[in-house]
């Protein structure tokens, strides 16, 4: 069964295998913005729908779709994309969640309806108890946001010098199911 989940504003879906143009279109348009906390992508369809193709043999394997694809209701565009990866079914079976918003939808309040949506179909519906989100220190609204939905800050991880190339800076928040958000 592949959900739909929806909210006022936004449908939200698993990616499709014609979502590869419309997902290098996000990203290239975003990419600016999304540089400081994002890993580079390439900027071509092929890539994209290798990341699709990824998306729906993993949810063909588990049951579960590890993405949602959020649209606006009221017309054709992708707001954003939340994403769930690393579950795991030790105590307490979770995930790690990760999300971006299009910039003409940042500031509007998408983005907490799209990530509030799917934190509470992966608890009501996937049964997992915690998720883990990761952020950059410097991403205010990010922080903003998970705080908000009931996360809490657990951990800050500082670069290690001589390793500014490997890796960044982050923030770990976790929220756990019944936590208010």
Do not use: C, I
């Amino acid at each position: 069964m592949t959900p739909t989940l929806e909210t006022a504003r936004l449908t939200l879906r698993p990616p499709e295998d014609d979502d590869a143009e419309t997902l290098r279109d996000y990203y290239r348009r975003n990419a600016e913005r999304f540089a400081p906390w994002e890993p580079d992508r390439p900027d071509d369809a092929a890539f994209h729908a290798a990341w699709v193709a990824a998306q729906r043999e993993e949810q063909r394997r588990s049951g579960y779709p590890p993405s949602f694809l959020a649209f606006a209701k009221d017309g054709p565009d992708l707001v954003g994309v939340v994403s769930l990866d690393g579950f795991s079914t030790e105590d307490p079976p979770g995930a790690m969640l990760s999300y971006t918003v299009d910039r003409a939808y940042e500031g509007r309040g998408y983005a907490s309806e799209a990530v509030g949506r799917v934190v509470r179909w992966v608890f009501e519906e996937r049964g997992l108890t915690a998720l883990t989100a990761y952020f950059h220190p410097e991403n205010a609204r990010s922080g903003n946001l998970l705080q908000r939905l009931g996360f809490t800050v657990v951990a800050r991880t500082p670069v290690v010098p001589g390793f500014e190339h490997l890796m960044r800076p982050q923030v770990v928040a976790v929220r756990r199911a019944g936590e208010a958000g």
